[in-house]
């Protein structure tokens, strides 16, 4: 593991915020410009046929896609479509789930991360993980930020650290006097934030997030898309929402799964259509994913 | 609302219900079931309490608690309880010292390494444990540990002593405080091991720094209905331990606990109403206070740990 790429260092500049952005339309009026361009500037997730089984159940049919640096890639479609299976195997969680195994090539920074040599910790260090509920530790605030630096042996200030993934998480300033307290005695929002304050403790380069919202309320929601679209100049985020609106509000790329039914009854995931979320939302390809944004189905 | 097959005239007049005889029936062999326990528990504290009284009529509090020679059926009986709390409490504390690191340590292994066929075969083994009769337990002690194990390693052992005892009764209490503690482990939702290894820790860092966290007021009430188990056994201790009240903490030593000496006196030829009769009542009664105020913590513990995750 020691030879992938330090995600930190310098890659060729492709600032994707001048690389022929435009305003976008009311529909998805945000002030982060989406891409129009179907080409992906820099990859991180190179994925080849990924398939992913539970057993001898095929969840995820091939799925062919690059994900892009410092791009928020949305993945949304009906219940079972395997978005979110195919969201934990970008960092190996699956591992923890007996029987689930994960065929085709799903290469980071050109590295298969399911080459047999590859330490599941490492990438899971590298690649961190957002989920539906809130899982804060039964800690105080400060110790879950410091759990994760403090078992992969970070040797920092953990004070500066915590302060610093605090504010990055937009939720220093609610917690600062309150530091010592239990993780529990927060709102469902603030624990989400303080959950990513977690993840960036540890210093991903990838942030996946399976639905964080969907657990939250409407403001709670719109602080965790806000701060999703700022993390968004460190950070590549990959999210699973059930939510096109917010597919549409915060992400540069959208891919659409959907599930089919085979002979014996048995949904397997298959990704339909992948593009600039500006796109699939104003002009699909594939009428299936015209009839899901649409709201027809799903 | 309102439809076109509503009566014209009117509602029909609502019927009075029909007294439900079955449903009182039952309800009342209910409540004879839930107050069933309720009572017994009642007579068994007026039954101790009672006898108990008397005998602390005629022997002071301080002298039963705070002396410490036991010798009640002697031609000059003295009644200082010491040396039968000193028993119970070396041999619990030699049980607890083999039952709380192999317990909590089956319990993490099953919880958080075993592979579920793993756990499927080991779980019901350990638990099989827990279902073999003690005085099975109480002959292994004396006939196993003490005459083929231990007098190799200390020759100098008594054949009745509370090592053995102390050993074999740890062993007993293992699928006590595995299980429960595993249960305890189990409750702990999924989302915080995920969360933990989605930051990079290994199995060992998520078990011990988050599961067991987690699951520690749960883990805490295993160990105490463990200990409980341990201070109320008696075949084990009667059979291995010997019948000798013994002020020691040497372990080699033959001791008496409150158990035994109640189950040696009551079945011996102790003239009823007499003073050596009540005092097995006073060291029940001392007895099952202990055992109920380690009830209440582990209740309360127990309380504790399913408020954590609603």
Known sequence: MSEIHDPNAPQATSDLANTGRMDVSAVLGEERGTPLDDAIPQV????????????????????????????????????GCGKSTLLRSFNRMNDLIPGARVEGLLAYHGYNI???????????????????????????????????????????????????????AALWDEVKDDLKKSAYALSGGQQQRLVIARCIAVKPEVILMDEPCASLDPIATAKIEDLMKQLAADYTIVIVTHNMQQAARVSDRTAFFTADVDAEGVRH???????????IFTSPKDPRTEDYISGRFG | MTTASSAPGGLNPLRQTKPRYGEAIIKGVLVLAATVSLFTTF?????????????????????????????????????????????????????????????????????????PRARRVLKPTLEVLAGIPTVVFGFFALEFITQVVLVNIFPGIQVFNALSAGLVMGIMIIPTIASLSEDAMAAVPGGLRDGAYALGA??????????????????????????SRAIGETMIVTIAAGLQPNMTLNPLEGMQTMTSYIAAAG??????????????????????????????????????YRQAYQ
């Open chain 1, 44 to 79: 991180v997730f190179d994925l080849n046929n990924v398939r992913v089984f539970y057993g001898d159940f095929q969840a995820v049919r091939d799925v062919t896609m690059q994900i892009g640096r410092h791009e928020i890639t949305a993945f949304i479609g009906p219940s």
């Open chain 1, 114 to 168: 399911y080459a047999p040599d590859v330490d599941p910790i490492e990438v899971r260090r590298r690649i961190g993980m957002v989920f539906q509920k809130p899982n804060v530790f039964p800690k105080s605030i400060y110790e879950n930020v410091a759990y994760g630096p403090k078992v992969n042996g970070m040797k920092v200030n953990m004070d500066d650290l915590v302060e610093e993934c605090l504010t990055r």
């Open chain 1, 269 to 279: 995931g298959r990704l339909v259509e992948y593009g600039p979320t500006r796109r």
């Open chain 2, 43 to 115: 007579g068994i504290v007026i039954s101790v309490l009672i006898p108990s009284l008397e005998f602390f009529g005629e022997i002071s509090l301080g002298e039963f608690l705070f002396t410490t020679t036991w010798t009640p059926l002697f031609a000059n009986p003295q009644y200082g309880v010491l040396p039968l709390v000193m028993g119970t409490l070396v041999i619990t504390l030699i049980a607890i010292a083999v039952a709380i690191p192999l317990g909590l340590g089956s319990a993490i292994y099953l919880s958080e390494y075993a592979s």
């Open chain 2, 202 to 227: 290994t199995k060992r860092q998520t078990a011990l720094r988050v599961v067991i966290p987690a699951a520690l007021s749960g883990i805490v009430a295993a160990f105490v209905l463990g200990i």
């Open chain 2, 267 to 304: 079945a011996g030829d102790v003239a009823t109403g007499s003073i050596e009769y009540k005092s097995i009542f006073a060291v029940g009664l001392l007895l099952f206070v202990i055992t109920f105020v380690m009830n209440m913590i582990s209740i309360r513990l127990v309380r504790r």
